[in-house]
C-alpha cells in the first residue's frame, strides 16, 4: 500500500493553468502505475490523465488531451498534473490513484484496478 496525498487545487478563472502535486510515500513509488481521475458534483468519477510506472507512456481523456500534461518524478515520490486552458466544465475534486504492475509501460484507464487513492483536491474554474 501506499499513502497519497494531493495539493495544488484551488479557484482559477477560465483560460488559466494549475498544477497538482501528489506525494506518495510508505511504498516503492516506481511500482505503480500512476492516475489522475476527477470528479464533478452528481457526475460519475472519469479518469483525466495516466502515467506508467517508468513515465514513458501517457494517456487521457478526450477532454483533457492537449489542455493537461501529466509526468512523474520517481525520486520525488510525486506525480504531477500541469492543467492549462482551464474550462469551468473541469471545475471537479481531483484524485490521484496508484496501482501496482509488472509491465513498466501498462497504463491504466479504469479507476476500478486502482487500490490506492489520495482524498482529492478541489479545483474550481469560473467563467
Known amino acids: 500500500q501506499v499513502h497519497l496525498v494531493e495539493s495544488g487545487g484551488g479557484l482559477v478563472q477560465a483560460g488559466g493553468s494549475l498544477r497538482l502535486s501528489c506525494a506518495a510515500s510508505?511504498?516503492?513509488?516506481?511500482?505503480?502505475?500512476m492516475a489522475w481521475f476527477r470528479q464533478a458534483p452528481g457526475k460519475e468519477r472519469e479518469l483525466a490523465a495516466a502515467?506508467?510506472?517508468?513515465?514513458?507512456?501517457?494517456r487521457y481523456a478526450d477532454s483533457t488531451k492537449g489542455r493537461f500534461t501529466i509526468s512523474r518524478d520517481n525520486a520525488k515520490g510525486t506525480v504531477y498534473l500541469q492543467m492549462n486552458n482551464l474550462k469551468p466544465e473541469d471545475t471537479a475534486v481531483y484524485y490521484c490513484?496508484?496501482?501496482?504492475?509488472?509491465?513498466?509501460?501498462?497504463?491504466?484507464?479504469?479507476?476500478?484496478?486502482?487500490?490506492?487513492w489520495g482524498q482529492g483536491t478541489q479545483v474550481t474554474v469560473s467563467s
Open positions: 490513484a496508484a496501482e501496482r504492475v509488472l509491465h513498466p509501460d501498462v497504463v491504466e484507464l479504469a479507476a476500478y484496478p486502482y487500490d490506492n
Open positions: 510508505g511504498g516503492t513509488f516506481s511500482s505503480y502505475a
Open positions: 502515467v506508467s510506472r517508468g513515465g514513458g507512456s501517457t
